[in-house]
């Protein structure tokens, strides 16, 4: 099998597109249209692969996924919306906003390099914590009330202020920026002192500035004359020092497979979509969004609920997400008592059982709460761990989730 990967522009974009359609409810005008479009990115996608001689199954996972969820819809059978059609998104425009983010990343990489900080322990109280936190408050208050004044909200942003909103909107929870800044000095130490093997250079040639933001890359770099810029995913935030290893190391010296594993393993980890969907719910509409291509939270949850909670679990918001994941199939966030689903769930072939688990799963966060130790949270304990196994197919969930994943 040929172990060249190519990436379909577009086809991402259109599976989300699609997504958002099919849960809003089509329109029989805008159904032909509608069935065109998924047909034909379908078939487009398919002709690539041919003419570079793949599968869709070599395409890189996001793509591959896209591609799935096109290809499974059932074109015969679409859910038709009722009354007036929803009106097109709206789109706000801000300036400034990723140079804000810019300036956070400068303003945090200055506290962390400076020597009396380097072994402060950190922890939401710290006065230095609670400085930066109401310096992002700030930020984030100034871009929601010009959204405002545009009639929208941050989530309309377009997608590079998005993200950098996302970010800011993140590190203002003042638990969150403690746990931030700690893996940012932990980076810079194992810059300082890199433990990678001997027969390369051991210190970058050049000064070493580092940044975190929320993008596509789990890392990137870039050299100039003025040093080494490199840019964190801030999923990395819950990474093990060896994983925060494995990536300076390679940025250093780029020819190990084995720390290329271990950081890409990472790079699909539960911890890591944990941020990632943490991320997005920064910027998820307060509105429920259950109705799905295949099933409906709303019912999910009641079907949850009376079966493991007695029926007497309040009801937190409920929502579909509008990425195809790999790993993460949900997320529940305690400070909008907000559950959200992978819509990689929502599709025929997903059993039942499969749906209900992942809704106990995140019930369980919302029944259960947070642990915090040495500075890290720690939502999966023993109690956890236990109280998840009552589910009544709790092996046949994980393995069909595994599954999937791999596949």
């Known amino acids: 099998m040929s172990t060249t990967k190519i990436r379909i522009t577009g086809l991402v974009k259109a599976a989300q597109w699609a997504r958002e359609a099919l849960a809003a409810g089509i329109s029989p005008k805008d159904a032909p249209a509608f069935r065109k479009r998924v047909s034909a990115t379908v078939a487009?996608?398919?002709?690539?692969?041919?003419?570079?001689?793949?599968?869709?199954?070599?395409?890189?996972?996001?793509?591959?996924?896209?591609?799935c969820f096109l290809k499974e819809i059932p074109l015969d059978a679409l859910p038709i919306a009722k009354g007036k059609a929803p009106e097109k998104r709206q789109t706000v425009h801000i300036t400034n906003i990723v140079a804000?983010?810019?300036?956070?990343?400068?303003?945090?990489?200055e506290w962390a390099k400076a020597p009396q900080n380097k072994d402060e322990t950190l922890d939401a109280r710290h006065p230095q914590v609670l400085e930066f936190t109401?310096?992002?408050?700030?930020?984030?208050?100034?871009?929601?009330?010009?959204?405002?004044?545009?009639?929208?909200?941050?989530?309309?942003?377009?997608?590079?202020?998005?993200?950098?909103?996302q970010w800011l909107k993140f590190l203002s929870d003042p638990a969150t920026l403690a746990t931030h800044l700690e893996t940012l000095r932990a980076v810079l130490r194992e810059f300082n002192q890199p433990r990678c093997p001997t027969r390369v250079t051991p210190r970058p040639a050049q000064p070493v500035e580092v940044g975190f933001t929320d993008g596509v890359h789990?890392?990137?770099?870039?050299?100039?004359?003025?040093?080494?810029?490199?840019?964190?995913?801030?999923?990395?935030?819950?990474?093990?020092?060896?994983?925060?290893?494995?990536?300076?190391?390679l940025i250093i010296q780029q020819q190990r497979e084995d720390y290329r594993k271990l950081a890409t393993d990472y790079g699909v980890s539960d911890d890591f979509m944990e941020v990632v969907a943490?991320?997005?719910?920064t910027t998820t509409s307060v509105e429920d969004f259950t109705r799905g291509q295949a099933y409906d939270l709303e019912k999910v949850f009641n079907r949850v609920n009376a079966t493991y909670f007695s029926g007497k679990m309040a009801r937190p918001k409920l929502?579909?997400?509008?990425?195809?994941?790999?790993?993460?199939?949900?997320?529940?966030?305690?400070?909008?008592?907000?559950?959200?689903?992978?819509i990689t769930l929502d599709a025929p072939d997903v059993p039942e059982y499969v749906v209900d688990f992942v809704m106990y799963h995140e019930l369980l966060h919302k029944q259960l709460g947070v642990t915090v130790s040495n500075g890290r949270r720690n939502v999966h304990t023993p109690e956890f761990r236990a109280a998840e196994r009552r589910f009544s197919q709790y092996h046949q969930a994980h393995a069909f989730i595994n599954a999937r994943s791999r596949r």
């Open 44 to 67: 487009q996608a398919e002709a690539i692969c041919k003419e570079h001689h793949l599968q869709p199954k070599d395409l890189p996972t996001p793509s591959y996924r896209a591609y």
């Open 100 to 109: 804000a983010q810019n300036d956070m990343n400068t303003v945090f990489f």
């Open 134 to 165: 109401l310096d992002l408050l700030q930020h984030t208050r100034e871009i929601e009330s010009l959204a405002k004044e545009q009639g929208g909200a941050p989530g309309h942003l377009p997608i590079r202020s998005l993200r950098a909103y």
């Open 218 to 249: 789990l890392y990137r770099a870039r050299r100039d004359e003025a040093g080494l810029h490199v840019t964190l995913h801030e999923g990395l935030i819950n990474a093990s020092p060896e994983v925060l290893r494995a990536v300076v190391c």
């Open 278 to 281: 943490a991320l997005e719910m």
């Open 319 to 342: 929502m579909w997400n509008r990425v195809l994941t790999t790993s993460r199939m949900g997320h529940y966030n305690l400070a909008r008592d907000a559950i959200m689903i992978s």
